[in-house]
């Protein structure tokens, strides 16, 4: 591949035919050089890179070899890369391309930084020769850096290129290069020169400069650039000049910061910035360890041991260091500050200096830069300083206005300070003493760590403030701006002038006055203008003297400080009182020569969109704001709020009052919609969507720093109101008046209150709309094309600015509500992108102001607001990522901590009981939230303490109860005494005895049993409590923080890593989920009771969706087993099973299965949930595991024991058929060819008639039972009539005994209406509540016409005025009816029926049983029941058992009745008769015998394995049948849906197991022969054909076996059956008459002619068959399905849906419960039904009835506490409905009332919005709701 070369029409072509290395040797000028600038770490330098394969400065002299063998071309490639010194840039010889390279993800500021540079250092006109080249990693695509340097107006989109960084792809080299020549041709083939550049006026000016910059230095061999270049390396920011660092460097969790003598000097610029970030103003202290030979230390000198003389002395005092000793000593304090504010980026600087500010240290105003040395004031950097302090009003001291504004707005006087010249005397030291004499804002000579060199502080100045704080003891009595220029400002007077001029007082020092020095110009200068001037004499000793008005002389010599210090503050003062200018940064801004930072292009875009916004609010009562442009979350939002908490407080006809507020907020969300579109949201949204993502960090930094601009000066008016209104109502509650003063004192307190949450305006509150618009439209569904107003990207957004850092509103403190669905919307947002991560939440809690927020930011760098006026209200959150050293060292199992921030307990703004349930709120969601909680103690007021610590241990003890477990620390801040182990040991002491009584009053509300607080939660008090100094060293606001807080801090971020190191963190989606559950489960007063922990949830189902996979695995493996053994014992072949054989057989699935369990829990990144659960589903796949054994031992046994009881009879049909093949052998043999064939069947008749007779001799044969007269005669027999008898089998009505609706008619009147008369009064008192309540007289006629409907025929007693039961002692009769008939038939299936046939009396045992167990019950109830449901219950009982019964007996009669046994082998044997008649062969005949066995046998064996396959199948791919419970549950609904029969919704509500066991087999019917019959038939197809091969295998085997070891026909059969007696059963075939036989190949050609016609037969076998054995699908599959919990709940009978039988000690439970009018449930005394759904009773203030009888109501919040059946429900409190009942209320209305004999009417009624659902929105709601 080659390049054409270009072009200089001033040279001549050469034509290339050396080498490269040839031509480097001759002096061939290069036809391309391109110089290489930027960031060295954007390339890969190697000898494989094409474009540079050296790591040296320039290549001048030599062409580039890999570039020539690319395309023949003669390029000189100059490597300038990093920061060189430019004096070796080769401009002479004539540049072609500069290529500037830079990194992709750091391309913007990169670009930006170097082309700033490169205008500076060659002049503007080099632009047009530069080629941008952005490199990336070759699996990096970087498609977006075009657009994001596209905003820089120097790009050109034409002159840009990408490439990987190892540059070896020489497709991308070529096309660089054919880019480059298109440059060149377009500047003419001109190089770029010095000659070119020096004509540009900028460069002229540069060189200018560079000229003073010299001049500055002095014409020594210092060579600035390269001390600056040496300052940077050391401190290991040598590249940071063109790659900031940024504030993501910084904001992640890292080690514990720890100023000591410890740290490196490479280390040095990080720790003072991190040591910074944490509020220690001692990070300018921080000294380094000597670890370099070249620095200067003391050195231990020779002892001599000669005497002491004179020169000895001489070189005692001789201070000469060794000649090998370096002069370099440790880096300067403040070049290390400088030089991490030159190194950051615009947003790194913003933070620093904001500490700085909080640290009461001065602020650069000027700062020169380093390379250019242009001045640049840091206006942007300075712009979120936001400064309060109180001004005393001179005239009457007793006024005191306080302020709050952004210190770039403020208008203040400013004094100067400036050094002419050299001094002894510290002119910064002397500031420090004006403005705050304990600390040095200034940096000075005598402060620690101080050198004598220092390289970036000369020329910089410094602004500091004096910020007054309203006392008497204050300096001034307003605020005061003190600037420092650093250095001798004779040598920077660009400074020097530009401070002169904007100052108010000039102060300057000199050491002499007198015309001969050098400052005299500059003082005649500052003399002769009318500004204030000082000046400070170093070598005068006078005080002041004003030599004319305004003009001061002011002595140092000999002279302390402090009484110069007093002298000039009365100077100043009495200047200032006077006419002054003021001072304000943002004039800086308009200073000619001054670069101000925020110029430039990228921070100038943020602020036009920010501006652009901000006009809108330009006159606008900051008040009125939020309401104008933020509507949708004032009134709106907040009625939204309130309604939403009414719904868990409903009563009286809760769902209709529940419908109704569903729909006021329905219309509250549309109303939010119609107003969500202002102005203001458009273009905030706008920007967000269009901006890049640096514009977009400027843009919200420039709306934070407008906004609080724009409302703190009026937030610190209302706020000094309240403060003042407070201290009223205060004063006049100590003085216990009740007068009307205090009602309106309070109420303008409450006024005043409401202002400032109206005044309070910040961006979160623009984020808190974005919220609620996209809340609003996604509740109504509503996707709009319009891009301004794409509501749908609002959480990605949010998202965005989560991951890059910002806090995210979390609870909204104004309404007090957790958005969730925005909350929701926005995390999912942020797994979309960084992926599901685990994060650890630590959350923090405490009363009001007590300094949480500003723990958390210096602790982890954070930027919660901490503005006074602007506490966190609610709770935010930020992600803060883990820094792989500290995840490595501590083997952290997660990535990120996710802090919370709350608003403070006990705040001043709520009152009362409103304050206590608020904070309780707060306490519990917080804690529940987080791995760990801090619990923030401010101060050491026991009362205020003992308050927040009952908030919190009860929160503590709620998350015990629902099973969260986080860890706590207590932070107690602002203790006076910390160091004094004996104080805060007793502290500990105090707090652990206020925590235990805490923990028992608590207990109590609770309702635990709990002694002490480490009952609680584990809890360690020498541990996990930690003491906290001050936080101010002195009074604000010139007090800066405490050192020993920021130590404090750090220990506690220690305390917090260790602890975390301990736990596993939680998932994103967990974190997601818990905010739902937490929050849901809040709104209702029963936080315990209504907790649901959704994610635990959905991890239990996948967990039983696995434990029914595994059950399976063992039921299908023991399937196999017994059906192996079963053949063995039928076959003879096994007449004991022992349970460790069984064993044996099943451990290997059993340990395959126990490996996959411990894979499953140890694995899964759940295991930390799923660790609760272990041990109980481990014993009960155990158990499962021995029930499986023990169940198949009892089932095999039985079949041994029937085959040991028919014995007698097998021996004598083994000698009956041995006799009847010898008489037909010679039957046949003599009436060859004598008889004909039709003769045959005569002589056959009558031969099989003797044989028969003489083998059924003295047996009596085993006749049919006749269950019907049986059972009417055992009834008698108990003294029941036979009229009644006959009336109730006549009716039926006994086979729906269990699923009628009312059992009315079967209770005994005079007993019940005594009962009632008794009551009746009481009843009537009580009509009001609902329940289980009574029913009225038409109950039995209701009954009678559902008897009618269902079964066609009429009840007989049916009277007038039947008893009235309670909807509850109907439910009990019920339940009696199901446990009779459970009990009755487990014992009948007990008796040996099947071995030793039926009994008449076992059903006399059954039916005394019934009659014992209805007296029983009778004795317990306030009724009697009639002869007749005893009568009916026994026939009932008798109708289930019979079905057995009667199959029992066939089998019992078919293994042991001689007659019925022979005449099944009549027709066989009549076909071995006529083949002996025909002459066939004894082979033939024997063959025949064996192959009429195995058609049997093998049709057997094919269906029993077909049932077990066909079973398999159906779980992994039937969707009913291959989840958990849950999921058969949801399909058995929507069988129900779609065939909508009320009949089978009945029996499905009174017997949930029977009609999903009806569902099972209608589906698996369906599924074998409908919808998948094919794949059945194929199932059935491999096993005939697997059995077909079995067959011919053995067949063979056992041949070649007989022939080898020469054995006869008793061999033969002997091996050919032990081959298959695994498989097949095998009747017992004689041998005797069959010993002739030689030639077994003949034998098994033979069999092989007779297997032909039985494969035929099996190939066409049809599923039908299967009924006929031992085996069915329907029934495995309800073995395996139905073996789970069927308790109902006792208000609308849903079915648990846990998949374990017994699930103890979890609760029963099911996603979504029903209408109570499912199950008939009514209000008491009326014949109203009740249609509320137990979710929503359980949130209202509702009672119920728990029996029929009782006149004591229970609460439904304390529905646990009405008995057993109520205890172990869990029912929690949930506004949605599930569609599908709500459907079948509407759908089945009439039906229902038919049933129950009620009415949907008055309370009852059902909602109108009910109605509006269709079949199909039911059904879908099924795979909505029962996802698992």
């Not at 290549?59 to 430019?86: T, W």
């Not at 041998?1631 to 069999?1647: G, P, S, T």
Request: charged share 25%; with cysteine; hydrophobic share 35%.
């Amino acid at each position: 591949m080659e390049c054409d070369p270009v072009e200089d029409p001033h040279e001549p072509q050469h034509s290339v035919t050396k080498s490269a290395s040839a031509a480097s040797n001759n002096t061939v000028m290069p036809e391309l050089t391109l110089l290489l600038t930027g960031d060295r770490n954007s390339i890969e330098i190697g000898t494989k890179n094409i474009l540079l394969n050296h790591d040296e400065q320039t290549n001048v002299e030599q062409f580039s070899a890999k570039l020539y063998d690319l395309c023949g071309r003669h390029i000189s490639v100059i490597n300038m890369l990093g920061h060189p010194n430019i004096d070796r840039v080769p401009l002479n010889q004539g540049i072609h391309a500069f290529l500037l390279l830079v990194p992709y993800g750091q391309h913007n500021s990169h670009y930006k930084s170097r082309v700033q540079w490169l205008e500076k250092t060659f002049g503007r006109g080099f632009l047009s020769y530069v080629m941008t080249v952005v490199t990336h990693e070759s699996n990096e695509k970087c498609e977006g850096a075009l657009a994001d340097l596209k905003a820089n107006s120097s790009f050109a989109e034409k002159r840009y290129h990408t490439c990987t960084r190892t540059m070896t792809d020489e497709k991308e080299i070529v096309s660089l290069l054919e880019k480059i020549d298109v440059m060149v041709s377009e500047n003419d083939h001109q190089s770029y020169s010095r000659l070119t550049s020096v004509q540009n006026k900028d460069q002229k000016e540069h060189l200018d400069h560079n000229s003073y910059k010299e001049e500055r230095v002095g014409t020594g061999t210092v060579d600035v650039e390269k001390e600056i270049e040496t300052l940077l390396s050391r401190l290991h920011l040598q590249d940071k000049l063109q790659q900031k660092l940024s504030p993501a460097d910084f904001l992640k969790i890292g080690p514990p910061v720890k100023p000591s003598n410890d740290t490196c000097e490479k280390e040095l610029a990080y720790t003072f910035l991190q040591t910074l970030l944490a509020l220690d103003y001692r990070a300018r202290h921080i000294l380094v360890k000597q670890e370099s030979p070249e620095v200067s230390h003391p050195q231990s000198a020779p002892v001599s041991d000669s005497t002491d003389t004179d020169d000895d002395l001489d070189e005692f005092f001789n201070t000469d260091e060794d000649s090998d000793q370096s002069k370099q000593t440790h880096a300067h304090p403040m070049d290390v500050q400088m030089a991490v504010f030159h190194c950051s980026d615009s947003f790194l600087k913003q933070d620093m200096v904001k500490k700085l500010s909080q640290c009461q240290y001065a602020l650069p105003l000027l700062v020169p830069d380093p390379v250019t040395m242009d001045i640049e004031c840091p206006l942007w950097t300075l712009r979120q300083i936001i400064k309060t302090w109180k001004v005393t009003e001179i005239k009457d001291k007793d006024t005191i206005t306080m302020k709050s504004m952004p210190i770039c707005k403020a208008e203040t006087p400013m004094v100067s300070f400036f050094r002419l010249g050299s001094l002894s005397q510290s002119k910064s030291h002397l500031m420090n003493s004006l403005i705050n004499d304990t600390h040095s804002t200034f940096f000075h000579r005598n402060c620690k760590g101080s050198t004598k060199s220092r390289h970036l502080m000369d020329g910089v100045a410094e602004i500091a403030w004096y910020f007054p704080a309203g006392n008497p003891n204050d300096s001034f009595t307003d605020c005061i701006a003190f600037c420092n220029l650093h250095g001798d400002a004779l040598m920077t007077e660009k400074q020097r002038e530009i401070l002169i001029d904007k100052s108010s007082v000039n102060v300057v020092f000199v050491p002499t006055l007198g015309r001969t020095q050098k400052s005299t110009a500059v003082l005649s200068a500052l003399h002769k203008s009318p500004k204030p001037l000082i000046i400070l004499v170093a070598d005068k000793d006078c005080g002041a003297v004003e030599k004319k008005p305004g003009k001061y002389i002011v002595g140092l010599k000999e002279r302390s400080q402090s009484d110069v210090a007093e002298e000039l503050k009365m100077i100043i003062k009495k200047t200032l009182s006077g006419p002054h200018t003021s001072f304000q940064l943002e004039s800086m801004s308009k200073v000619s020569g001054v670069r101000v930072d925020e110029d430039d292009p990228v921070c100038q875009k943020g602020k036009s969109a920010a501006m652009e916004i901000l006009n809108l609010l330009q006159g606008m009562d900051i008040s009125k704001i939020k309401e104008k442009f933020l509507p949708c979350q004032g009134n709106l939002w907040h009625e939204w709020c309130r309604i939403k908490k009414e719904l868990y407080h409903l009563q009286g006809n809760i769902e209709k009052e529940k419908s109704q507020k569903e729909q006021e907020l329905t219309q509250i969300r549309q109303e939010q919609c119609s107003v969500s579109h202002t102005n203001l949201m458009k273009s905030f949204t706008e920007s967000l969507l269009s901006l890049p993502s640096t514009d977009k960090e400027y843009f919200l930094k420039w709306m934070q720093i407008l906004i609080d601009a724009l409302s703190t000066d009026d937030l610190a008016s209302i706020l000094q109101r309240y403060d003042e209104k407070w201290s009223e109502v205060v004063s006049l509650k100590n003085k216990h008046d009740k007068s009307p003063l205090l009602d309106r004192k309070q109420n303008e307190l409450e006024q005043i209150s409401k202002e400032l949450q109206s005044a309070t305006f910040g961006l979160e509150h623009i984020f808190r709309e974005m919220g609620q618009i996209y809340e609003a439209h996604k509740s109504q569904k509503k996707q709009t094309h319009n891009r301004q107003t794409d509501w749908s990207k609002y959480p990605e957004l949010a998202a965005d600015l989560m991951i890059s850092g910002h806090p995210m509103e979390l609870m909204d403190g104004d309404a007090g509500y957790a958005p969730l669905t925005w909350i929701s919307s926005v995390l999912e947002e942020v797994i979309r992108k960084l992926g599901d991560q685990t994060v650890f939440v630590l959350s923090v809690l405490g009363v009001q102001s007590s300094g949480k927020s500003t723990m958390l930011n210096a602790m982890f760098g954070l930027q919660f607001a901490v503005s006074a006026g602007r506490c966190t209200k609610g709770a935010f959150m930020q992600l803060i990522k883990v820094s792989e050293e500290i995840r490595n060292d501590l083997k952290l199992k997660f990535d990120y901590f996710l802090v919370v921030d709350t608003e403070g307990l006990r705040a001043l703004e709520l009152a009362g009981n409103t304050t206590t349930h608020h904070d309780n709120e707060l306490a519990t969601f917080v804690v529940g939230l987080g791995n760990m909680t801090l619990i923030n103690i401010f101060g050491e007021n026991p009362a205020e303490m003992q308050d927040v610590l009952q908030i919190v241990v009860q929160a503590f003890m709620r998350m015990k109860k629902v099973k969260l477990s986080p860890s706590c620390v207590f932070v107690h801040q602002n203790v006076s005494d910390i160091g004094a182990a004996e104080k805060n040991m007793d502290g500990k002491r105090r707090l652990q005895e206020k925590l235990d009584d805490m923990a028992q009053l608590a207990a109590k509300e609770e309702d635990c049993d709990v002694k002490c607080f480490s009952d609680v939660i584990a809890f360690d008090v020498q541990k996990d409590v930690k003491y906290f100094a001050q936080l101010w060293e002195g009074s604000p606001p010139m007090a800066p923080p405490n050192p020993r807080y920021s130590e404090n801090v750090q220990e506690l971020k220690h305390i917090i890593l260790s602890k975390a190191s301990q736990s596993s963190g939680i998932t994103l989606s967990y974190f997601k989920s818990k905010i739902q559950d937490l929050w849901n489960a809040l709104m209702n007063e029963q936080f315990v009771f209504s907790f649901k922990n959704t994610l635990e949830i959905a991890v239990y189902r996948k967990l039983e969706v696995q434990y029914a996979t595994w059950t399976w695995t063992l039921r299908s493996n023991m399937l196999t087993i017994e059906n192996q053994l079963y053949t063995r014992i039928e076959n003879g072949k096994l007449d004991r099973v022992e349970n460790s054989y069984l064993f044996t057989e099943m451990s290997k699935t059993f340990e395959e299965i126990k490996k996959d369990m411990n894979l499953y829990f140890e694995d899964k990144r759940d295991k930390d949930m799923l660790v609760q659960w272990r041990g109980r589903f481990e014993q009960k796949i155990k158990e499962f595991h021995e029930e499986q054994v023990k169940g198949v031992k009892k089932t095999l046994d039985e079949v041994i024991q029937q085959k040991k009881a028919r014995k007698e009879l097998d021996d004598k049909k083994t000698e009956f058929e041995n006799k009847l093949l010898q008489k037909s052998k010679e039957l046949a043999h003599s009436l060859k060819d004598k008889a004909k064939e039709e003769e045959l069947k005569s002589q056959f008749n009558t031969v099989w008639g003797e044989l028969v007779s003489e083998l059924s001799a003295g047996i009596k044969p085993i006749e049919d039972i006749n269950l019907e007269e049986d059972q009417k005669s055992v009834l008698n027999e108990l003294g029941f009539e036979w009229g009644l008898i006959k009336g109730c089998k006549d009716s039926n009505r006994y086979h729906v005994l269990s699923k009628v609706g009312h059992y009315s008619d079967y209770v005994n009147q005079k007993k019940q209406r005594d009962l009632s008369e008794e009551s009746h009064q009481s009843h009537e008192s009580k009509k009001e509540n609902k329940d289980t309540g009574k029913q009225g007289t038409n109950v039995f006629k209701s009954a009678f016409n559902y008897f009618k409907q269902v079964t066609g025929i009429v009840p007989t007693t049916q009277q007038k005025g039947s008893s009235d039961l309670s909807h509850e002692q109907h439910e009990q009769i019920r339940s009696f009816i199901s446990q009779v008939e459970q009990q009755s038939l487990k014992k009948i299936q007990t008796k040996p029926v099947a071995t030793r046939g039926y009994r008449s009396t076992y059903l006399q045992e059954m039916a005394q049983n019934v009659q014992t167990k209805v007296t029983e019950f009778e004795s317990q109830k306030p009724y009697a029941l009639r002869k007749e449901f005893t009568v009916d219950l026994s026939l009932y009982v008798f109708d289930r058992a019979g079905r057995w019964l009667s199959q029992s007996h066939k089998t019992y009669r078919k293994n042991n009745d001689a007659r019925t046994y022979s005449e099944s082998k009549k027709d066989q044997y009549y076909s071995i008769f006529r083949s002996f008649w025909k002459g066939n062969s004894s082979a033939a005949v024997f063959g025949e015998m064996i192959c009429e066995n195995l058609k049997v046998s093998a049709v057997e064996a094919v269906c029993n394995k077909t049932a077990i396959d066909l079973t398999g199948e159906m779980r992994c791919s039937f969707p009913a049948f291959s989840g958990n419970r849950l999921n058969l549950e949801k399909h058995v609904l929507k069988s129900l849906a779609e065939k909508e029969d009320f009949k089978s919704f009945i029996t499905y509500i009174q017997d949930p197991r029977s009609q999903a066991e009806y569902f099972i087999k209608d589906e698996v019917h369906k599924y074998m022969f409908k919808e998948q019959s094919h794949k059945a038939k194929n199932i059935l197809k491999k096993n005939v054909d697997d059995i077909s091969e079995l067959v011919s295998q053995a067949l063979f085997t056992a041949t070649q076996e007989v022939k080898t070891q020469k054995g006869g026909t008793d061999m033969w059969m002997e091996q050919f059956s032990s081959l298959l007696k695994d498989k097949l059963t095998l009747d017992t075939i004689s041998c005797q008459n069959f010993r002739d036989i030689n030639n077994f190949d003949f034998l098994k050609e033979e069999i092989e002619k007779g297997l032909v016609p039985i494969k035929t037969e099996m190939s066409r076998l049809s599923l039908d068959k299967m009924k006929d054995f031992r085996l069915q699908p329907d029934q495995i599959l309800i073995d395996q399905l139905c073996r789970c919990c069927w308790v109902t709940c006792p208000f609308c009978a849903a079915v648990c849906t846990n998949t374990l039988e017994d699930h103890s000690p979890d609760d029963h439970n099911v996603p979504f419960h029903r209408s109570g009018s499912v199950k008939g449930f009514h209000y008491r005394n009326t014949v109203e039904m009740s249609v509320n759904f137990c979710t929503t009773d359980v949130a209202s203030d509702n009672s119920f009835y728990p029996d029929g009888v009782s006149e004591v109501s229970v609460p439904f919040k304390q529905y646990r506490t009405a008995g057993p059946r109520f205890a172990n429900w869990r029912i929690t409190p949930d506004e949605s409905k599930l569609t599908y009942w709500t459907w079948f209320v509407c759908r089945f209305q009439q039906e229902l009332e038919n049933y129950y004999g009620r009415k949907f009417e008055g309370r009852g009624e059902i909602p109108s919005q009910w109605r509006t659902h269709t079949k199909q929105q039911a059904i879908e709601s099924l795979d909505e709701t029962y996802s698992e």
